[in-house]
């Protein structure tokens, strides 16, 4: 998706969404011998299992150029459900930066005005990147050192998509603890 000024914004229906499994019902409460066996088993495939890459759950990207409004960036993020922009630079199509819902508020909080700010005026240039290979875990570690909430993704083709903090939780808490805390809750997964 790509916003140019002057030009309306145009939302796609849905394709910005990361396809999720449909939940599927839980079984009947079991026994407390029952809960450690699926516990243990729980454990044994979360260990076994290879460690969710960036590629796994990166996000399309949302894009803007750098020469439009705050306002509009704004406006994308809100109906294109993404809580980060990477931003192009118009003659070359190439991204320059990145705008997320933290700058925005910033520039709320300072009294900019968002229908005359600019999108290059709030931007982080050069964000920090990652490869379609990292593990979530090693996200996780940029993202808390650098205290980023996003991180692009690069593959062989260039930008591919985007890794949000909520992404890297989600990836990270899923296979193991959800499993956990279902057990002391005394509920059977």
């Not at 729980?42 to 990166?58: E, K, N, R």
């Not at 964000?127 to 570690?141: E, F, G, L, Q, S």
């Amino acid at each position: 998706m790509k916003y140019a000024p002057g030009s309306p914004i145009q939302v796609g229906d849905g394709h910005l969404q990361l396809g999720r499994e449909p939940s599927t019902p839980r079984p009947a409460p079991s026994t407390g011998s029952q809960r450690k066996a699926e516990t243990e088993q729980i454990s044994g495939q979360a260990s076994a299992a290879a460690p969710a890459t960036a590629a796994d759950v990166m996000r399309p990207l949302t894009t803007v150029e750098q020469q439009g409004h705050v306002a509009a960036a704004a406006y994308l993020m809100k109906h294109a459900g993404a809580t980060a922009l990477m931003v192009l630079d118009a003659r070359s199509d190439r991204p320059v930066g990145i705008i997320t819902e933290a700058d925005i508020a910033h520039a709320v909080a300072d009294e900019k005005d968002v229908n005359s700010a600019r999108i290059y005026e709030l931007m982080t240039t050069r964000p920090t990147v990652i490869k379609t290979t990292t593990n979530v875990r090693d996200a996780a570690k940029i993202m808390t050192s650098g205290h980023f909430r996003h991180l692009p993704v690069v593959g062989d083709a260039g930008l591919v998509g985007i890794v949000d903090i909520t992404d890297v939780c989600r990836a990270l808490l899923e296979p193991g603890v959800s499993g956990t805390l279902d057990t002391l809750a005394g509920r059977s997964t």
